[in-house]
């Protein structure tokens, strides 16, 4: 069946702007998880969603960082005011009730000039 | 807080040998280990879980790996590698108390023909 999609591939902003980076969970998956992984390192939890909300937001850096599930679905990561710092492939992961295996996307990679 | 450790940053291995990669991970009542496997450009594919039972578990692509509770270690082990593994290898840890998982800093495989 069809894994974890993520949207865009590639993003490329320049600092200061917004941008938004979509994740399509595994269907009928209820947790969705987003990491953050920079170069040369593994991947660093942000947020974790247990259906509509968030459950877990212990990673989320700063405020700049905001995500949302509003049907308990897709996932949108949302970055407001980005900085160069921010520059990494952003991960998204999915697992079902019934087991803990997280099941991952192939990432967005977001470059902040 | 909890923290996993993979002390090899570089392994090189000629094909057909075997392969042990290693982790450790922190202290936790009922650790959940996984092993994950990721190729350039590529997100990451899980090659192995230990939850609990049996402490040798066994993967995909041939690749097995020993929870040795004593020793806080997970480690990764193949028989004969193929040129095919080459690709970074990142240990993961969760628990009951907390879904997010905990990456280490992975292990980057090259294989020698």
């Known amino acids: 069946g069809a894994g974890v999609s993520q949207t865009p591939s590639n993003k490329v902003t320049e600092k200061g702007k917004y941008v938004e980076l979509r994740c399509d969970p595994i269907?009928?998956?209820?947790?969705l998880y987003w990491y953050r992984q920079s170069l040369g390192q593994g991947p660093e939890f942000l947020i974790y969603?247990?259906?509509?909300?968030?459950?877990?937001d212990s990673g989320l850096p700063n405020d700049r960082f905001f995500a949302v599930r509003p049907e308990g679905s897709v996932s949108t990561l949302k970055i407001q005011r980005t900085e160069r710092g921010d520059s990494a492939v952003y991960l998204c992961?999915?697992?079902?009730?019934?087991?803990?295996?997280?099941?991952f996307g192939p990432g967005t990679r977001l470059t902040v000039l | 807080a909890q923290s996993v450790t993979q002390p090899d940053i570089h392994i090189t291995v000629s094909e057909g040998a075997s392969l042990e990669l290693r982790c450790n991970y922190s202290y936790g009542a009922t650790p959940y280990l996984f092993w994950y496997v990721q190729s350039p450009g590529q997100g990451l594919q899980l090659l192995l879980k230990y939850f609990s039972g049996d402490t040798l578990v066994q993967g995909i692509k041939g690749f097995e790996a020993e929870f040795k509770r004593s020793q806080s270690s997970f480690n990764l082990r193949k028989p004969s590698v193929h040129w095919s593994d080459a690709a970074e290898y990142f240990c993961?840890?969760?628990?009951?108390?907390?879904?997010?998982?905990?990456f280490g800093s992975g292990t980057r495989l090259q294989v020698q023909p």
């Open positions: 969603f247990q259906g509509t909300g968030a459950a877990d």
């Open positions: 992961a999915s697992s079902s009730a019934a087991t803990d295996t997280q099941y």
């Open positions: 993961a840890q969760g628990d009951t108390g907390r879904r997010a998982l905990t």
């Open positions: 269907s009928g998956h209820t947790a």
